[in-house]
């Protein structure tokens, strides 16, 4: 009996050593799993914190982005700062970035994209609108997973992010150049001097091109209809950046709702327009210019000759003594040494020549007057007269929306549906009164010079 006892007791001491080996191997094998999440997770959050860090810089550096040399330098400016105000493992590291870690481009994609220190000139910088940072790899230790045979005790990861402009302060109106009136001009157009945007194209009065908010690639139009355009219409914005030497899709026509959608900037919003005060404030000033009102505030108030008409006249280019008409007879702005008084719409409701004074109206034009001119211009009053607030429901508006940024184009190959047309400038125009009024359906705004920058102001995201 106590032979058989004995032998059950060595067996359980045989066991006893085979578990405490297992017990061994297990311990061995947790730990390197442990060690596995731990380090991986101290991989995820590392790369966590290099992502954030390029995200910051490339929409830093993206907002400074003008179509110039200055925009480049100023963007690399920014995204170092924006990197360095971040750190990396586990926020015990400062990252910095230089510009050998940026490239620009005119897409977000890396087929688009040059190193942005070979971005030398203006000329190369006028179509660059996206900006890529990447931190390049960055090297942390592993902790616990070294334990592990045959595995490396450093790991690398990196963060890469693209940013560019979108929601770009462009109305989706094309307006086309127009012929040396003989007087100092830009594109044609005169600052302080008003236009009809129907009849400033070589097809005659009454057309008007508007331009696909979504897409400048050529004959692609995925934006056309009228509901599609109502959206950026009533925002006065498009989705893309329009470059002077590139190509806008346009469309030929007046639609009535998209007519009524510009006049959200007045307060106007209705079931047809269907702008939402949100997105589509009002103007701070919604006070209309119409040369044929006669109450306090009205041009009349500040031009000493009455104004007949609305904008300048425009004539025929094969007959400078006939009014513009059917195709045959497109338009251009009358020249200017054939002017009279009545020939002139209402002047410097909201802009003037560069450097004029109110009392050189009679030399420039022809013989006209300025009598209780509001300095520095009717539109920039905040109260009195000439200043109408917005509705209440829709205040405190936001100033400036008025002013319309369209893209001034070479209309040869422009009009029906999704027609390039090469992009020339973009120019300022203030809208002197709504557009949407029965009888009289167009756009009237007087122009208020180029943009000082190539490229407009824009929201920034993230594309990558």
Request: proline residues 8%.
């Given at each position: 009996?106590?032979k058989?006892?004995?032998?059950?007791?060595?067996?359980?001491?045989?066991?006893?050593?085979?578990?405490a080996?297992?017990v061994?191997?297990?311990?061995?094998?947790l730990?390197?799993?442990?060690?596995?999440?731990?380090d991986?997770?101290?991989?995820?959050?590392?790369?966590?914190?290099?992502?954030?860090?390029?995200?910051?810089?490339?929409l830093?550096?993206?907002?400074?982005?003008?179509?110039?040399?200055?925009?480049i330098?100023?963007?690399?400016?920014?995204?170092?700062?924006?990197a360095?105000?971040?750190?990396?493992?586990?926020?015990?590291?400062?990252?910095?970035?230089?510009?050998?870690?940026?490239?620009?481009?005119?897409?977000?994609?890396?087929?688009?994209?040059?190193?942005?220190s070979?971005?030398?000139?203006?000329?190369?910088a006028?179509?660059?609108?996206?900006?890529?940072?990447?931190?390049g790899?960055?090297?942390?230790?592993?902790?616990?997973?070294?334990?592990?045979?045959?595995?490396?005790?450093?790991?690398?990861?990196?963060?890469?992010?693209?940013?560019?402009?979108?929601?770009?302060?462009?109305?989706p109106?094309?307006?086309?150049?127009l012929?040396?009136?003989?007087?100092?001009?830009?594109?044609?157009?005169?600052?302080?001097?008003?236009?009809?945007?129907?009849?400033?194209?070589?097809i005659?009065?009454?057309?008007?091109?508007?331009?696909?908010?979504?897409?400048?690639?050529?004959g692609?139009?995925?934006?056309?209809?009228?509901?599609d355009?109502?959206?950026?219409v009533?925002?006065?914005?498009?989705?893309?950046?329009?470059?002077?030497?590139?190509?806008?899709?346009?469309?030929?026509?007046?639609?009535?709702?998209?007519l009524?959608?510009?006049?959200?900037?007045?307060?106007?919003?209705?079931?047809?327009?269907?702008?939402?005060?949100s997105?589509?404030?009002?103007?701070?000033?919604?006070?209309?210019?119409?040369?044929?009102n006669?109450?306090?505030?009205?041009?009349?108030?500040?031009?000493?000759?009455?104004?007949?008409?609305?904008?300048?006249?425009?004539?025929?280019?094969?007959?400078?003594?006939n009014?513009?008409?059917?195709?045959?007879?497109?338009?251009?702005?009358?020249?200017?040494?054939?002017?009279?008084?009545?020939?002139?719409?209402?002047?410097?409701?909201?802009?003037?020549?560069?450097?004029?004074v109110?009392?050189?109206?009679?030399?420039?034009?022809?013989?006209?007057?300025?009598t209780?001119?509001?300095?520095?211009?009717?539109?920039?009053?905040?109260?009195?007269?000439?200043?109408?607030?917005?509705?209440?429901?829709?205040?405190?508006?936001?100033?400036?929306?008025?002013?319309?940024?369209?893209?001034?184009v070479?209309?040869?190959?422009?009009?029906?549906v999704?027609?390039?047309?090469?992009?020339?400038?973009?120019?300022r125009?203030?809208m002197?009164?709504?557009?949407?009024?029965?009888?009289?359906?167009?756009?009237f705004?007087?122009?208020?010079?180029?943009?000082?920058?190539?490229?407009?102001?824009?929201?920034?995201?993230?594309?990558?």
């Amino acid at each position: 009996m106590s032979k058989h006892i004995k032998c059950n007791l060595y067996g359980m001491q045989r066991q006893q050593g085979a578990v405490a080996l297992i017990v061994a191997i297990c311990l061995v094998s947790l730990v390197g799993m442990l060690g596995l999440v731990l380090d991986l997770g101290h991989l995820y959050v590392t790369r966590t914190e290099l992502q954030n860090a390029a995200d910051s810089s490339s929409l830093s550096g993206a907002k400074e982005l003008n179509g110039k040399v200055t925009g480049i330098n100023n963007a690399i400016t920014r995204a170092i700062e924006a990197a360095g105000k971040n750190k990396y493992n586990l926020n015990s590291t400062a990252v910095t970035v230089t510009a050998s870690n940026m490239w620009v481009g005119s897409c977000p994609s890396d087929g688009c994209m040059v190193p942005i220190s070979s971005v030398t000139s203006d000329a190369l910088a006028g179509d660059k609108t996206f900006l890529k940072v990447d931190t390049g790899l960055r090297t942390i230790n592993t902790w616990f997973i070294q334990v592990l045979p045959s595995v490396a005790n450093t790991t690398q990861t990196f963060g890469l992010a693209v940013a560019g402009k979108y929601a770009v302060d462009i109305t989706p109106i094309a307006i086309c150049e127009l012929p040396d009136p003989g007087t100092t001009h830009e594109f044609g157009y005169e600052r302080g001097v008003s236009y009809k945007v129907s009849e400033a194209n070589p097809i005659g009065p009454g057309t008007m091109f508007w331009i696909d908010p979504e897409s400048n690639t050529p004959g692609v139009c995925p934006a056309t209809s009228t509901n599609d355009t109502l959206p950026y219409v009533c925002a006065g914005k498009v989705g893309f950046t329009p470059i002077v030497g590139g190509t806008v899709n346009t469309n030929t026509g007046i639609s009535v709702p998209q007519l009524s959608a510009l006049d959200s900037r007045f307060g106007d919003y209705t079931p047809q327009n269907k702008c939402d005060v949100s997105t589509a404030p009002p103007d701070t000033n919604v006070k209309e210019y119409r040369y044929n009102n006669a109450g306090v505030g009205s041009p009349r108030n500040w031009m000493g000759t009455d104004p007949v008409q609305q904008t300048v006249t425009f004539v025929q280019r094969t007959n400078v003594n006939n009014l513009c008409g059917p195709p045959s007879r497109p338009c251009m702005s009358k020249p200017y040494g054939l002017r009279t008084v009545g020939n002139y719409g209402v002047l410097w409701s909201g802009y003037r020549k560069t450097g004029a004074v109110v009392s050189q109206w009679p030399t420039l034009y022809s013989g006209n007057t300025a009598t209780s001119y509001p300095e520095p211009s009717p539109y920039a009053q905040a109260s009195g007269s000439f200043y109408t607030a917005p509705p209440a429901s829709a205040q405190p508006g936001k100033a400036g929306r008025r002013v319309l940024n369209m893209v001034i184009v070479d209309c040869t190959t422009a009009g029906g549906v999704c027609r390039p047309a090469p992009v020339l400038a973009v120019g300022r125009f203030l809208m002197q009164r709504r557009s949407d009024v029965a009888g009289d359906r167009d756009v009237f705004v007087e122009f208020g010079g180029l943009l000082p920058t190539p490229l407009p102001t824009s929201d920034i995201k993230l594309y990558r």
